[in-house]
């Protein structure tokens, strides 16, 4: 049996890795899950909260730096919540970044599992997406460069792809299509798309989990995000519109893979091209669950370390120096979730723990520039108090949309943090935070 050990983790990544890290966290929101905001707002309603979405991030990316790089530690978010309000601060963060890692991948898995079955319809969906956490749990075992390596190759493939569907589409691009019954549902439709907004950028600040795992993460961490969030917009906001132009976004906003789906309408459901593209398409999504089985399994591990889950997920594999139990761990969950629910429920699970990290986070930076003026900042928020103030104002207005059109998703998620805080004070574990 190997042994293990409580030791640190292995300073291994470079700015690309981490840029392949930001990027494939995400990438995979540009291939499916975004198309189900057409299905509450329309195409124009839809680009009003992408625009929105994408402000809120861009802001939220540039003061989030200051944190990371100022507190370059594996939990990210629990340990910038932790270090600014102490033990309840750390459980918040903890408990809504924990959700975020481990239903994303689920998602993922589902979309895996979709393109699968729509290039050879005899495979299950299931099938390949509990295969999938199988494969990709002993990918990461590994070793964290030799897990880097691997997302910075399928993440510049999965970006190639997209370029070269976005210059396929473009020509093809229909304005009367795209505005044709753009705001059925009028603003409260705005409001509604806003968690599916979300999943274009979703996860990006998991290169957070890494932070322990960087060379000079001082300087390497700010370059990796921005290069990453530029990226990122770009992408979306072209992915969206070509797309959005191609046909009825009736017929596009309720399955898993509309990418290959408007390939289809263009080119034909058994073009070669269209085949060629779905399969293809498989490397974003790939890059995309690697990297949140890489975020899900540092949180775990960075958890248990502080004490806020079981010790035994806090160990480190000798031989590779990965979080082994963690990354076991987290797959489970993520099967069972697979079970439980749909995609556009897990999305919008997802979204409501991003934007319940995204606030304490930001909170967090005020009460840190406060509590500790004199700590170290490598990377300084520009324009403060201005970016992380917005990126509070709408992760709020984001929060609220979704509990408003989400009421028993949400109950399901307050109810958990409850009883977490519950089972936390009765246990005494507070006293030794």
């Not at 996860?203 to 957070?208: L, T």
């Amino acid at each position: 049996m190997t042994s293990v050990q409580s030791a640190s983790l292995k300073k291994v990544l470079k700015p690309i890795h981490l840029w392949a890290i930001a990027v494939g966290l995400v990438i995979s929101g540009e291939y499916f899950g975004w198309n189900y905001g057409w299905g509450v707002s329309g195409t124009i309603g839809f680009l009003i909260a992408t625009l929105v979405v994408t402000v809120m991030y861009v802001t939220f990316i540039f003061s989030f730096t200051e944190l990371t790089t100022s507190i370059p530690q594996a939990g990210g978010p629990f340990s910038y919540a932790h270090r600014a309000f102490g033990w309840w601060g750390g459980l918040i963060a903890g408990y809504a970044t924990l959700v975020e890692f481990l239903v994303t991948p689920t998602a993922i898995a589902f979309a895996l599992g979709s393109y699968s079955h729509f290039l050879y319809p005899q495979l299950e969906v299931l099938h390949v997406a509990f295969g999938c956490y199988l494969i990709f749990i002993v990918i990461n075992l590994l070793g964290i460069k030799e897990s880097a390596t691997f997302s910075l190759v399928v993440t510049l493939l999965a970006v190639a792809e997209l370029l070269i569907y976005i210059g396929i589409i473009a020509p093809h691009f229909s304005y009367e299509t795209y505005v044709t019954d753009p705001m059925p549902f009028g603003w409260p439709g705005v409001f509604a798309a806003l968690p599916f907004a979300i999943w274009f950028y979703l996860a990006i600040e998991g290169v957070a989990m890494v932070a322990e795992e960087v060379e000079d993460p001082r300087r390497t961490i700010s370059r990796g995000y921005i290069y990453g969030i530029l990226t990122l917009v770009v992408l979306a906001l072209a992915v969206m519109v070509v797309t959005g132009g191609i046909a009825p976004w009736q017929s596009l906003s309720e399955i898993d893979y509309p990418l290959p789906a408007a390939l289809g309408i263009v080119l034909g459901r058994d073009s070669g091209l269209t085949q060629l593209f779905a399969s293809l398409g498989l490397f974003g999504l790939i890059a995309s669950f690697h990297g949140t089985v890489i975020g899900y399994s540092r949180q775990i591990f960075a958890l248990a370390r502080s004490g806020y889950l079981p010790s035994v997920l806090g160990q480190v594999n000798a031989r590779f120096q990965t979080p082994h139990w963690a990354l076991i761990a987290g797959g489970v969950a993520g099967c069972a979730a697979l079970l439980l629910g749909t995609t556009d429920q897990v999305i919008i699970l997802a979204a409501l723990g991003a934007v319940v990290m995204y606030m304490i986070s930001m909170a967090a930076l005020f009460a840190l520039r406060r509590k500790e003026p004199a700590l170290e900042r490598p990377f300084e928020v520009p324009a403060y108090p201005y970016f992380p103030a917005v990126a509070l104002l709408l992760s709020g207005v984001c929060l609220i949309a979704i509990i408003y059109y989400n009421i028993a998703l949400s109950l399901w998620f307050f109810g958990g943090l409850a009883f977490v805080t519950l089972l936390f004070i009765l246990t005494g574990r507070q006293k030794t935070h």
